[in-house]
């Protein structure tokens, strides 16, 4: 039902232009950002990263998760349950097994939801990401509704070398950009293969697709996982980074918010995930920050700012640049 | 367990269903005429409860709150139906999601500057605050047989509305489909307009009788938001009946989960909802 418009998956010359441009300054930033900065944008590469893992669902393949925050809250909590109370463990196999336990999630719950379809599946994937809530939110021995601490950083040294060191803002900031990065590449690419091309195919007619022999449950289910996993990586960094996991991260806000960030920056394509991600922060940000008691209100503020967006600009940021553009996908 | 705890917990099995199906009756007709996934369906909810609170307050009456109360939200409701979401109704369900999701937001925060972010209380009525003894030491309260009772009222209301009347014959017409009910010369808007109402009417009655019981309480509109979707995917959207049956069934295993299982309560529902799922992927009572 929703996206099936055509995305915008072939990025226009100027656009891409734009994008090298901005890589850049990320590139440069910590250069001239204080600690602060450095942080925030830190954590908008890291929220990139878990809306560019949801549009691959939503953009690609025509799946709206509500839920989609679980699997990102998941893996922060695999790291928290990871660290032990006084000394750090290593990065190289708590990452792996963060992202495995949030694929694994989304395997099983993805086995119940991707048959469902439109309207249930928006439902189901709230609700059981709303069980995932639970399950950590009503058990004292999961934290509970305080969540829990990551007291130290994941280390990263390899046979005793230390590599870089994730307690220097600046080191996490890089390795985040390098993860962000590579997500975007790793997406293009399954974009543009076999099976990329097949999950688009599920987006614009499902039937069709099962018509022609294939199994859209296996790909959707594929999709979903992939989806999870990736998500889990930027839940792992939110945990590091943060230094405590809560139940917040897989609430039903966090995973309207992912769906707020790919509608802003458009679908289909993982750039517009990234900028949707960076645009929805600094939105955030700013009226939280407006003056003379009226950041206090920034529900309001939000809220109206959605409520506008989608009467007047559906297809969000990129979906301007579209129009004016006069693109082609 | 013996006898009289189980019927207490039984009576509120039942008292928590029946408030769950006022919600869920509402979401699952505006789904399954207008195609509207609603998340804003819990606030009105807030909303009732917070108007029962202010209004009771005011006139000392909780009874006369809960009439002029759900007036009130009609109106709201024709309004909020005329404003926005008759725009909406031939849209991705994905900007749905956004509006009302945007809407919560909204919400949320005018009742912060109105009300504040305290928990209030609101009173029993004087007539209603007995309890009916049920041994030495167990008794029940009034107040939640009345509460079970107008729920009750209002669902054969509602029945009676959808199976016996003209308006409800329109409804049903539109439900099944919507182009050729206009085509024979009926105002379908108007019919959506009327659904739309009805639906956030029943929200905020619920919101309002449930008020003494619950408390009133910031964001105690998404909990129950994600009990009443659990209900509409159990009951088969769309469903009236099935709506009845989900809530009852919901209600009976979340409260007997609480008193048996503590420490998977929150989860059981949605193992029911999962199971349902691998069974009927539609639901129990596909429209």
Redesign the interface.
């Known amino acids: 039902m929703s996206a099936m418009k055509a995305n915008l998956e072939r990025l226009p010359k100027g656009l891409q232009a734009t994008l090298v441009l901005a890589l850049l300054c990320l590139i440069a930033f910590p250069f001239a950002g204080s600690d602060f900065y450095k942080e925030m944008v830190t954590r908008m590469m890291i929220l990139a990263i878990f809306a560019m893992s949801l549009d691959l669902l939503q953009g690609v393949t025509g799946l709206v998760s509500l839920g989609h925050a679980a699997y990102f809250g998941l893996a922060g909590y695999a790291l928290a349950f990871l660290t032990p109370e006084g000394a750090a463990v290593s990065l190289w196999w708590t990452l792996p097994v963060a992202v495995l336990a949030s694929s694994l999630a989304a395997l099983v719950i993805g086995f119940f939801v991707v048959r469902t379809h439109g309207i249930y599946f928006i439902m189901v994937t709230m609700a059981f990401a709303q069980m995932v809530y639970f399950l950590f939110f009503d058990n004292k021995s999961l934290g509970g509704s305080d969540g829990l601490y990551i007291n130290f950083k994941p280390s990263t040294s390899i046979f005793g070398v230390q590599t870089f060191d994730l307690d220097n803002k600046t080191h996490f900031y890089y390795f985040t950009l390098v993860m962000m990065l590579a997500v975007y590449a790793i997406l293009r690419k399954l974009l543009w293969s076999p099976t990329g091309r097949a999950l688009a195919g599920i987006r614009i007619n499902e039937h069709r697709m099962r018509a022609m022999g294939y199994g859209t449950f296996k790909y959707k289910l594929t999709a979903f996982t992939i989806a999870g996993g990736l998500a889990g990586l930027a839940g792992y960094l939110q945990g590091a980074q943060s230094g405590f996991v809560n139940p917040e991260l897989m609430g039903f806000h966090m995973s309207a918010h992912a769906i707020m960030m790919l509608v802003l920056g458009g679908m289909g394509n993982f750039a517009g995930a990234i900028v949707g991600a960076f645009s929805f922060e600094i939105l955030l940000s700013l009226f939280k920050d407006l003056p003379n008691g009226l950041g206090k209100h920034w529900q309001l503020w939000m809220g109206t700012f959605i409520v506008l967006i989608v009467i007047f600009a559906p297809r969000g940021l990129m979906g301007l640049w579209e129009k004016n553009k006069g693109a082609q996908t | 367990m013996d006898l009289a705890t189980f019927l207490i917990q039984l009576l509120n099995s039942v008292q928590y269903g029946l408030l769950l199906f006022m919600l869920a009756a509402g979401l699952t007709l505006i789904?399954g005429i207008m195609?509207v996934?609603n998340?804003a369906h819990g606030s009105f909810y807030m909303l009732g409860a917070y108007l029962a609170y202010a209004l009771s307050g005011l006139w000392g009456s909780l009874t006369l709150a809960i009439l002029v109360g759900a007036l009130l939200s009609v109106v709201f409701g024709l309004a909020l139906e005329w404003l926005?979401f008759r725009?909406f109704y031939e849209?991705?369900?994905?900007?749905q999601?956004?509006?009302t999701?945007?809407?919560?937001?909204?919400?949320?925060?005018?009742r912060?500057?109105l009300w504040g972010d305290d928990v209030h209380g609101v009173a029993i009525p004087e007539l209603l605050s007995q309890s009916v003894p049920l041994t030495d030491t167990l008794s029940y309260p009034v107040y939640r047989l009345a509460m079970s009772g107008v729920c009750v009222a209002l669902a054969l209301g509602l029945y009676w509305v959808i199976t016996k009347t003209k308006l409800g014959m329109k409804i049903r017409a539109g439900a099944f489909n919507s182009a050729m009910t206009e085509a024979l010369g009926i105002n379908i808007k108007l019919i959506h307009a009327v659904v739309f109402a009805l639906g956030v009417a029943l929200a905020s009655v619920a919101g309002m009788i449930a008020s003494p019981i619950s408390s009133v309480y910031p964001g105690m509109g998404?909990s129950v938001l994600?009990m009443c979707?659990?209900v509409?995917?159990i009951g088969g959207?769309g469903s009236v009946r099935g709506a009845l049956i989900a809530a009852l069934l919901v209600g009976f295993v979340d409260t007997f989960g609480k008193v048996l299982l503590p420490?998977?309560?929150?989860?059981l529902v949605?193992?029911l909802?999962?199971a349902v799922?691998?069974w009927k992927?539609?639901g129990l009572f596909k429209q």
Do not use: Q, T
Not at chain 2, 101 to 110: A, K, Q
Not at chain 2, 263 to 267: A, K, P, Q, T, V
């Open positions: 789904f195609g996934v998340l926005l725009h849209r991705d369900h994905l900007d999601v956004l509006l999701f945007g809407l919560i937001y909204i919400f949320e925060e005018l912060s500057m998404s994600i979707f659990v509409v995917v959207i420490s998977i309560s929150g989860m949605y193992i909802m999962a799922l691998l992927p539609e």
